[in-house]
């Protein structure tokens, strides 16, 4: 069995990634959704910097989960904090990880920035091939 990493922040393009993983996974592929929840650093902690709680993230997860558990796949969720790049980096190394597919573009609720350069910084670094989804 291989695993497709679908690096998962909730917006538009992440889930037309989703999706297109889902259309692309053959059927003994485990298509794992990672949603990676930056780490603030403390001394810039305000009420507004944590964009979601890592439990509402499992949450989230765990009903985009059912919403396609129709297709048949074995769908996994995973919730992680820390750097998204590294994070990303880090779940793609395991050894039944054929492929990172990511949007290429998200938005983060911290200061409303656009998080594109996510998706270029894993494409360079990566060792697994990546697909960019627009």
Known sequence: MSIILVAYDGSLVANKALEHSISIAEPNDEI???MVIP???SFFY???SN???IEEAKNNLEALKKKYEHTGLKLT???LQGD???EILSASNRPNCKLIVMGYKGVSKIGRFKLGSVSGK???LAKKPVLIVK
């Open 77 to 79: 969720t995973e919730v």
């Open 122 to 124: 894993v494409a360079k």
């Open 84 to 86: 998204i790049v590294k």
């Open 39 to 41: 780490k603030v650093d």
């Open 51 to 53: 964009e979601i709680s």
């Open 32 to 34: 794992l959704i990672l």
């Open 46 to 48: 305000t009420e507004d």
